[in-house]
């Protein structure tokens, strides 16, 4: 339970650096607590390192925190990871994968997914613990589904 935990918690890091400009780790912890999770400084401090998050310059000169590895090339090891202990099954409907993970697991799992820059997907809606996968057509699931199945070996 304590991985499910990390892994939820790490999922709703990154989702509140993408919504909010956050600029100090207070701060990010604020959130946290406001979403229910409460948790120290010094795992923040694990989670920025383990998630590659970094503070860039915005538009009005200040700092926030935002996640690297959404403009890289290929996905890191960190979601490589993420992605092989948290997804429990892959189903196709159509032209859609429909990603089942650990609850809580499922928007970090979403961000690896979109991290691949996979030509073949449109584009990814991640809950609590569903993906839906979005395939441009459906001659191009069995592709996506060797490259998944790759990284769950």
Known sequence: MKILRKYARQ???LELIENYDIETQ???????K????????????????????????????????????QNQEGISE???KIFKNSV???????????????PGAAQIV????????LKEIVG????????FVAIYNQEKIKEVLEIFYKLLN
């Open 11 to 13: 999922a709703k890091i």
């Open 26 to 32: 207070e701060e990010l912890a604020e959130k946290l």
């Open 34 to 69: 406001q979403a229910g999770i409460d948790v120290t400084q010094a795992t923040i401090s694990r989670d920025i390192k383990e998630l590659r998050i970094v503070k860039v310059l915005t538009k009005n000169g200040k700092y926030k925190y935002a996640a690297i590895g």
């Open 78 to 80: 960190r979601l490589i």
């Open 88 to 102: 429990t099954s892959i189903d196709v409907a159509g032209n859609l994968l429909v990603i089942k993970t650990l």
């Open 110 to 117: 979403g961000s690896a997914i979109d991290t691949m820059d």
């Open 124 to 131: 990814t809606i991640a809950g609590d613990d569903t993906i």
